[in-house]
């Protein structure tokens, strides 16, 4: 138990620890190959050896810079910090996600369901399912726009769409990864196809469905982010992204603050699943150190 | 009374290749309640074939297959078997407990009777101080145990075991099949014992069936008249030997013959 528990704090301790090389490596490239800069204070001044054109201040703000500016306002004139504005944007935006996510993992489930127990629709239906994913969402994010209007439910499809892919293809290997003995069992049990399901297919299939629910958390982000754009959702991270995109010249360390927060998003996502799973394999042997 | 009743059984696979191959082949046999019959033989010889078949899980290509007077689909639905097999199939998200319930839980027991059932089984098994640990915390020998809880739990009449402890070493296997007995004696459950070693065979069974592969046939089934409750001192007896003499020759009679017709045959081609 004790070992499962670490789990989640070593997870998050390597995502900290990386983000802490990500900042070395970004403030040494600069401290190489970035603009001159000085610290006001102490006097102190510094005049990079090299110019890096990707290094400046505006490709690659100052780390600190993108700080202070979660704490200054988000326009000129107004109350609400940048910082403010974000998690505002950001709990937006996982609302939708989150929203998506759930009926991404019960279309995905459910489509395992039927698929491992019709070899025939497997054979119809599967190339298709694939196939979905190679349509880049971009281009099929106005379509439904078009088809829904506007607003919550055309970025939520979309949220969706990135979301079932992974559940179902986890789901199809957990739902007939069960010892084919362990089916013989339960039809000497007379056992119906629905208890076999219920009682062996699916709490075999849990390991491997938060395989796909971990993927699926990070995909359904990015669904909403890019289906806000077309969607026309004004208040969450993808309008933000958008509208900080067109700011970058005068204030590039925006943008930035937002692709940071949106990572964080991300990972919060991923931790809760991971935390999610850890309490549901809690006693299982050898499958929950598994992925 | 007759528990298991096979007449004239075959049983045919395709093979990818084209063609079949004969599983099973005119199998007769009776065995009686309260028997302990094992089938032994070579691998590919169709034991676990013909377990199968008269536990209704796989339909044979032609003959009979009655259990308890009734055909033996009926007899499934009817629950009238318990499966052992040689890998104990616990279920790693179920408690030993858990694993014991399931068939309850399957069948419809009312709770209190679930518990009950669980309790006494585990306690047959001497596992009662297991309950709520996990499969993957028990030994091997352990584990196979708690298999046999479950399979007992809702006292099937007959029990089909397919070598049950060939996974297991030899001082297991042996503890194992005296308790096994003691469990027979208990319960009075029809078994049906698929194994690979003939010490095991002789010592469990009151009917050895010895087959031959290819096609997979009955070629002698021989009489265990060894004294009930067999003990550690039936392993050392005089009779034992002669009967595990006597079941090696009626395969390896069949050995044998079957190694000269390939030679025969090869001569021919």
């Known amino acids: 138990m004790k070992a499962r528990g670490g789990r989640i704090l070593r997870t998050a301790l390597g995502i900290g620890l990386f983000l802490v090389l990500v900042a070395l490596a970004w403030e040494a490239f600069k401290f190489l190959g970035g603009d001159p800069w000085r610290l006001e204070g102490i006097g102190f001044f510094h005049d990079p050896p090299f110019r890096v054109l990707q290094a400046n201040d505006r490709q690659l703000p100052h780390l600190w810079e993108i700080a202070s500016a979660l704490a200054q306002p988000v326009q000129r004139n107004q109350d609400q910090t940048l910082g403010q504005f974000l998690i505002g944007a950001a709990l937006f935006t996982w609302r939708e996600a989150l929203i998506g996510f759930v009926l991404g993992a019960l279309i995905g489930l459910a489509l395992a369901s039927i698929f491992i127990h019709s070899r025939l629709l497997e054979r119809a239906f599967v190339p298709y399912v694939i196939a979905s994913q190679t349509i880049p969402i971009v281009a099929l994010a106005p379509i ?21 892919f992974p559940v179902t ?29 219920r009682k062996v297919r699916l709490p075999a299939a849990v390991p491997y469905l938060f395989t796909a629910l971990k993927l699926a958390a990070t995909a359904s982000i990015v669904g909403a982010i890019i289906g806000e754009g077309p969607g026309g959702v004004p208040e969450g991270l993808g309008r933000a992204i958008i509208n900080f995109n067109q700011q970058y010249v005068s204030g590039p360390e925006k943008l930035w603050a937002t692709i940071f927060i949106a990572g964080l998003v991300g990972i919060c996502f991923f931790l809760v699943i991971q935390l999610a799973e850890v309490v549901t394999l809690r006693g299982r042997g050898g499958s929950a150190s598994r992925a | 009374m007759t528990a298991v009743r096979l007449a004239d059984v075959q049983k045919t696979f395709p093979i990818p290749s084209g063609g079949e191959t004969v599983a099973l082949e005119a199998i007769e046999l009776e065995i009686g309640t309260r028997e302990f019959v094992s089938l032994i ?41 318990g499966m052992v097999f040689q890998a104990p199939v ?26 009950r059932r669980v309790r006494e089984m585990l306690d047959l098994v001497e596992l009662g101080g297991f309950r709520s640990h996990y499969p993957h915390q028990l030994s091997g020998g352990m584990q196979q145990r708690v298999a046999i809880a479950r399979a007992l ?24 099949n005296t308790e096994l007995l003691r469990i027979w004696a208990q319960t009075g459950t029809t078994i049906i014992f ?4 003939i010490p095991e065979a002789v010592f469990l069974s009151t009917r050895v069936v010895s087959m031959s592969p290819r096609p997979g046939r009955i070629t002698s089934v021989i009489e265990i008249d060894l004294p009930q409750p067999r003990t550690d001192q039936t392993r050392e007896s005089e009779r034992y030997f002669e009967l595990v003499t006597e079941v090696r020759e009626s395969l390896r009679g069949r050995v044998s013959s079957s190694a000269a017709r390939a030679r025969a045959e090869g001569r021919i081609g």
């Not at chain 1, 084919?180 to 208890?195: D, F, G, H, Q, T």
């Not at chain 2, 839980?105 to 009777?113: D, I, K, L, T």
């Not at chain 2, 698929?194 to 070693?197: P, R």
């Open chain 1, 169 to 197: 293809i986890a789901a199809m290997r957990g739902l007939s990864s069960p010892d084919p003995r362990a089916v013989e069992l339960m039809r000497s049990y007379a056992a119906s196809r629905w208890e076999i399901y």
């Open chain 2, 153 to 176: 739990a809702f006292q099937p009449p007959i029990l089909l075991m397919d070598e049950p402890f060939g996974a297991l070493d030899e001082m297991t296997r042996e503890r194992l």
């Open chain 2, 194 to 197: 698929v194994t690979h070693s």
């Open chain 2, 90 to 115: 616990l279920f790693d998200w179920r408690t030993v407990e858990g694993n014991v319930r399931l068939p309850l839980e399957v069948m419809g027991f009312a709770p209190s009777e679930r518990d």
């Open chain 1, 144 to 164: 439904i726009v078009v088809g829904f209007g506007r607003g919550l439910v055309a970025v939520v499809i979309i949220a969706t769409y990135l979301t079932f």
């Open chain 2, 41 to 81: 033989g070579p691998s590919g010889c169709g034991k676990s074939t013909l377990l199968r078949v008269v536990g209704d899980l796989i339909q044979p290509t032609a003959g009979s297959v009655e259990v308890n007077g009734k055909p033996a689909h009926q007899a499934r639905l009817d629950r009238d078997y």
